[in-house]
């Protein structure tokens, strides 16, 4: 089934590479990759970058002559001859535009390019990364820092931190699942026992429920005790050299924190390895 890829631009060097990333996790796939630039929305992505002359600032000029040279620079790249590219210039709020694309074209992942060496979410910065991650619905996002390259074929693996209080679905799961297979990537299920206390049978149970769900790709549980969720998270990348982090953003539940300006000194996530987040599903 061909994957549907949202990848926001404001013409920088991370959105750029933040594309070229997503080229190759699908370097195999058939896709079609949707470059979209909000004009209505000032310093997107940290930059507004007029490609015109002085004289020239019509918003929708700037944007249509910047996606126009993207896919004339996306036409010397022929590595996999299944990737077609449409561009999307959008008059208005970002979010509500990514929103809007999202709903109307099926998006299965939206590719977000962040500045400089890591990926931190957390709307206490209130950046326009954490405010489409906050306010978008139905949709996974992968955040790339602008320091990450895809290298060749290599192992890698991905942590996914959960405290099993909570049910998945197996379609919020696909965009880890996905990854897991296009990157070859082991998935490391993280469990942080705060309180260090035994599971519950619940626990247990969503346990259970969880290697289900992950059974068709590789996979392993791992625990770590009397260490907050940020400190173990972090010291579990490091110590492994992990390549991805995955957190799963319910409405309400584990990790909901993680974007509460409230708690910003508690929960703080800001890695040096890409981010996927996935989402709750209507």
Not at 142 to 168: A, G, K, W, Y
Request: proline share 3%; aromatic share 8%; charged share 25%.
């Amino acid at each position: 089934m061909e994957k549907k890829i949202l990848v926001p631009t404001n013409f920088s060097k991370h959105a750029w590479n933040a594309l070229i990333y997503g080229l190759a996790i699908y370097k195999k796939e058939a896709c079609t990759f949707y470059i979209f630039n909000a004009y209505g929305s000032s310093n997107f992505l940290g930059e507004n970058l007029s490609l015109l002359k002085d004289e020239d600032h019509d918003p929708k000029k700037i944007s249509d002559h910047g996606l126009d040279k993207l896919m004339k620079g996306l036409s010397f790249r022929k590595e996999n001859p299944k990737h077609n590219f449409e561009t999307i210039s959008h008059n208005g709020n970002i979010t509500e535009g990514i929103q809007e694309a999202v709903d109307t074209h099926g998006i299965d992942l939206i590719l977000l390019g962040a500045a400089g060496d890591s990926a931190a979410v957390n709307v206490a910065y209130d950046n326009v990364i954490s405010r489409i991650i906050e306010k978008l619905e139905n949709c996974p996002i992968l955040v790339i820092p602008e320091s990450i390259q895809l290298d060749e074929e290599m192992e890698r693996e991905i942590v996914f931190p959960t405290n099993f209080r909570n049910p998945f679905k197996l379609r919020e799961l696909s965009a880890l699942i996905g990854l897991s297979s296009y990157l070859n990537a082991s998935v490391r299920v993280l469990y942080i026992n705060v309180d260090n206390k035994k599971m519950t049978e619940e626990q247990e149970a969503l346990k259970d429920n969880l290697a289900t769900l992950l059974s068709d790709i590789d996979f392993s549980f791992h625990n770590l005790t009397k260490t907050s969720v940020t400190t173990g998270v972090h010291l579990f990348i490091e110590s492994r050299e992990s390549d991805l982090l995955a957190l799963y953003k319910r409405k309400q539940g584990f990790f909901s924190k993680l974007f509460s300006k409230a708690v910003i000194e508690e929960v703080d996530f800001n890695t040096k390895v890409p981010i996927l987040i996935l989402k709750e599903m209507n």
